[in-house]
């Protein structure tokens, strides 16, 4: 196999394509050499691929458990496990994000298969969160590792739906240090205010999306995509017309590590104000955890 498989990269940062593998055919072995591409190269791109669905859930599971989505329902026939989003109800996922990152354990790697690509647009760009990090400089990345971030379902309609993570996890199987933090499902800095948050946040939002960290794929149908969700985010360029159809499976991760906080959650001083109304979601969450323990 390895004389037939063609892998070229794609950008410096991450990205690439192999073509030769026949994704309907993998086995343990195959898989384990997947895996590999993905420590290396983060998102990996497969054309050519005419999967049925029995065989997307079935290469899925060679990489761990699959689970349905929790809050969206667009199952492909009688296939829980598979998700397709199409642009035409709505399904253009144009804001930066992991996915799932409001679970406790959230998606470790995704599997995407391109049903239908409009013939201009629709572009998917993914960044390298560990390039985003290493870039910082010094004072920023030790400040980065002190703080938590607080992750919710708000876009899905399910605001209260939230766990928090550290803004700076470990990549479990590398080593290396991810800057976690998401435009789509990121709510807060937990050890700041919120005015102080959204100015961090924002920042650093902005920041992961520099185009040195990341690379522009233009679609084909039947392309299929893999993506390490721990150490990648990804969005859509919601600039086409006509119909993109995509589904996707997804292998669910474990939780992330990352050094501790180092300061407590911010606790507003004084009464209550208009402003307050910023710090009430972090103080259900904090009430919630309380009371499990």
């Given at each position: 196999?390895?004389?037939?498989?063609?892998?070229?990269?794609?950008a410096?940062?991450?990205?690439?394509?192999?073509?030769?593998?026949?994704?309907?055919?993998?086995?343990?072995?195959?898989?384990?050499?997947?895996?590999?591409?993905?420590?290396?190269?983060?998102?990996?791109?497969f054309?050519?691929?005419p999967?049925?669905?029995?065989?997307?859930?079935?290469?899925?599971?060679?990489?761990?458990?699959?689970q349905?989505?929790?809050?969206?329902?667009?199952?492909?026939?009688?296939?829980e496990?598979?998700?397709?989003?199409?642009?035409?109800r709505?399904?253009v996922?144009?804001?930066?994000?992991?996915?799932?990152?409001?679970?406790?354990?959230?998606?470790?790697?995704?599997?995407?298969?391109?049903?239908?690509?409009?013939?201009?647009?629709?572009?998917?760009?993914?960044?390298?969160?560990?390039?985003?990090?290493?870039?910082?400089?010094?004072?920023?990345?030790?400040?980065?590792?002190?703080?938590?971030a607080?992750?919710?379902a708000?876009?899905?309609?399910?605001?209260?739906?939230?766990?928090?993570?550290?803004?700076?996890?470990?990549?479990?199987?590398?080593?290396?240090k991810?800057?976690?933090?998401?435009?789509?499902?990121?709510?807060?800095?937990?050890?700041?205010?919120?005015?102080?948050?959204?100015?961090?946040?924002?920042?650093?939002?902005?920041?992961v999306?520099?185009?040195?960290?990341?690379?522009?794929?233009?679609?084909?149908?039947?392309?299929?995509a893999?993506?390490?969700?721990r150490?990648?985010?990804?969005?859509?360029?919601?600039?086409?017309?006509?119909e993109?159809?995509?589904?996707?499976?997804?292998?669910?991760?474990?939780?992330?590590?990352?050094?501790?906080?180092?300061?407590?959650?911010?606790?507003?001083?004084?009464?209550?104000?208009?402003?307050?109304?910023?710090?009430?979601?972090?103080?259900?969450?904090?009430r919630?955890?309380?009371?499990?323990?």
């Amino acid at each position: 196999m390895e004389n037939r498989v063609e892998i070229k990269r794609l950008a410096s940062a991450l990205g690439a394509e192999v073509r030769g593998l026949d994704l309907a055919e993998v086995g343990p072995d195959e898989a384990r050499q997947i895996e590999g591409w993905l420590r290396e190269y983060h998102v990996v791109f497969f054309p050519d691929q005419p999967l049925t669905s029995d065989q997307h859930i079935a290469l899925g599971e060679h990489f761990g458990e699959l689970q349905a989505h929790p809050h969206l329902v667009n199952m492909v026939g009688e296939h829980e496990k598979i998700l397709e989003l199409h642009s035409g109800r709505g399904g253009v996922a144009d804001e930066w994000h992991s996915d799932l990152s409001f679970l406790p354990e959230p998606a470790l790697v995704s599997i995407l298969k391109m049903v239908k690509c409009p013939e201009v647009g629709g572009d998917t760009l993914w960044a390298n969160l560990c390039l985003a990090f290493e870039a910082l400089s010094d004072p920023l990345r030790d400040l980065c590792e002190g703080f938590s971030a607080l992750h919710n379902a708000e876009p899905h309609g399910r605001p209260e739906v939230m766990t928090v993570h550290p803004m700076v996890r470990v990549h479990p199987e590398t080593g290396r240090k991810v800057l976690f933090v998401n435009e789509h499902f990121t709510r807060r800095i937990v050890e700041l205010s919120a005015n102080e948050s959204a100015l961090l946040l924002g920042y650093l939002k902005t920041w992961v999306a520099s185009p040195r960290f990341c690379v522009r794929y233009r679609w084909e149908q039947d392309t299929v995509a893999m993506w390490d969700n721990r150490c990648t985010q990804h969005m859509v360029l919601n600039d086409f017309e006509g119909e993109r159809v995509i589904q996707r499976v997804t292998v669910m991760g474990d939780k992330p590590q990352g050094a501790p906080p180092r300061w407590e959650p911010y606790v507003r001083p004084g009464g209550r104000s208009d402003t307050s109304r910023h710090d009430r979601m972090l103080r259900k969450y904090l009430r919630g955890v309380a009371g499990e323990n």
